[in-house]
């Protein structure tokens, strides 16, 4: 497994942005699909974003289709989540995920996951 270490996240008032990015460890992250979920207290953790490993290929929860943008770098082994016209309802702890078995296994039950970084947005 890969290790997956979050940074991005904070406070901003509906209708601004953000972008958080995952910087990941391991020999094999560059060929794994990678993620975002999130979760608030009380609730399931829900997916929000995957890209493949080639990085042509995305799939968003419709929820922040046309409001969040998902990109990878390998040669820094990063992911990044843009986030832009937040809501309050995107208030939740952000976590970066990856699995090797591709985009549907990332979106369903990845198996890495990080540590998480919160994102509060205020009306």
């Known amino acids: 497994q890969v290790q997956l270490v979050e940074s991005g996240g904070g406070e901003v008032q509906s209708g601004g942005s953000l972008r958080l990015s995952c910087a990941a460890s391991g020999r094999t992250f560059n060929s794994e699909a990678v993620g975002w979920f999130r979760q608030v207290p009380g609730k399931e953790r829900e997916f929000v974003a995957g890209i493949n490993w080639s990085g042509d290929s995305t799939h968003y929860v419709d929820s922040v289709k046309g409001r969040f943008i998902i990109t990878r770098e390998k040669d820094k082994s990063t992911v990044y989540l843009q986030m832009y016209n937040l809501k309050p309802e995107d208030t939740a702890v952000y976590y970066c995920?990856?699995?090797?078995?591709?985009?549907?296994?990332?979106?369903?039950?990845?198996?890495?996951w990080g540590q998480g970084t919160q994102v509060t947005v205020s009306s």
């Open positions: 995920v990856a699995d090797a078995q591709g985009l549907w296994k990332v979106v369903s039950n990845p198996i890495s």
